[in-house]
């Protein structure tokens, strides 16, 4: 039996929709970056990126277990001296709810060259509406 390698011309990309209130952040980013990865689909292969485009509408009402509302901090530095900036959780939420999951994602893909186009593929929205109802996006339950 040979092993089967995936070639790029093979390729086939599908659109996933999820609803950021139905799970919480951490569970929320295991299953976007799976769908993103393309690790769900029996032509997996690791150095080719064959994953799937991911829709996440609701991320207003984004779901959060225990005081991580208060206690997770965001933090990004200006590269001057006392430039660090702290953020809570809720007040990211409140000037930008997409921050919190691209993060989240972020944190659960491999650090390596496909990371940034797979994150491409992800497209968050803070309502219900989506501009991507032509693709028909499958949901996710």
């Given at each position: 039996?040979?092993?089967?390698?995936?070639?790029?011309?093979?390729?086939?990309?599908?659109?996933?929709?999820?609803?950021?209130?139905?799970?919480?952040?951490?569970?929320?980013?295991?299953?976007?970056?799976?769908?993103?990865?393309?690790?769900?689909?029996?032509?997996?292969?690791?150095?080719?990126?064959?994953?799937d485009?991911?829709?996440?509408?609701?991320?207003?009402?984004?779901?959060?277990?225990?005081?991580?509302?208060?206690?997770k901090?965001?933090?990004?530095?200006?590269?001057?001296?006392?430039?660090?900036?702290?953020?809570?959780?809720?007040?990211?939420?409140?000037?930008?709810?997409?921050?919190?999951?691209?993060?989240?994602?972020?944190?659960?893909?491999?650090?390596?060259?496909?990371?940034?186009?797979r994150?491409?593929?992800?497209?968050?929205f803070?309502?219900?509406?989506?501009?991507?109802t032509?693709?028909?996006?499958?949901?996710?339950?």
């Amino acid at each position: 039996m040979k092993t089967y390698s995936q070639k790029g011309s093979e390729i086939k990309r599908e659109w996933w929709l999820i609803d950021a209130s139905s799970l919480p952040l951490g569970k929320l980013a295991v299953v976007i970056a799976d769908k993103l990865m393309g690790k769900s689909k029996v032509t997996y292969t690791p150095h080719i990126d064959n994953g799937d485009y991911v829709v996440v509408v609701n991320a207003k009402n984004l779901v959060v277990t225990g005081d991580k509302m208060i206690q997770k901090k965001y933090y990004r530095h200006s590269g001057f001296p006392g430039g660090l900036t702290e953020l809570k959780l809720e007040e990211v939420i409140e000037k930008d709810p997409s921050v919190a999951i691209r993060e989240a994602v972020k944190g659960m893909l491999p650090k390596n060259k496909l990371a940034a186009d797979r994150l491409k593929r992800l497209r968050v929205f803070d309502t219900l509406e989506h501009t991507h109802t032509a693709q028909n996006p499958k949901e996710i339950k």
